[in-house]
Nanobody, 121 residues
Framework: QVQLVESGGGLVQAGGSLRLTCAAS????????MGWYRQAPGKQRELVGT???????NYADSVTGRFTVSRDEAKNTVYLQMNYLKPEDTAVYYC???????????????WGPGTQVSVSS
């Protein structure tokens, strides 16, 4: 079993910053990608940004230039630095990771329970 635990969400004013953290633990042989998705009320879950094992990043157009995904492979942890936050960034943010549980296993994708980010105008 693998657990992803997010932290760092909260309420912030427009223009402010927040940093989310997600730590993976459990039966981990190797982590492929790690990243963040979000879901606003009444909307589908959408990509925010991901980072590969090699450090390549991919962002949604709506957050490019404002959000940064980084990763500490030694700690199995991924971060999301969010700057210049806007009210439309309000959502539940979910951590995701593609993990190999053993040398011979397939990759399984895991999700955290989510953390609320609210941006006031």
């Amino acid at each position: 079993q693998v657990q992803l635990v997010e932290s760092g969400g909260g309420l912030v004013q427009a223009g402010g910053s927040l940093r989310l953290t997600c730590a993976a633990s459990g039966s981990i042989y190797r982590i492929d990608f790690m990243g963040w998705y979000r879901q606003a009320p009444g909307k589908q879950r959408e990509l925010v940004g991901t980072i590969s094992a090699g450090g390549s990043t991919n962002y949604a157009d709506s957050v490019t230039g404002r959000f940064t995904v980084s990763r500490d492979e030694a700690k199995n942890t991924v971060y999301l630095q969010m700057n210049y936050l806007k009210p439309e960034d309000t959502a539940v943010y979910y951590c995701a990771a593609g993990i190999f549980n053993s040398r011979f296993s397939l990759r399984y994708d895991y999700w955290g329970p989510g953390t609320q980010v609210s941006v006031s105008s």
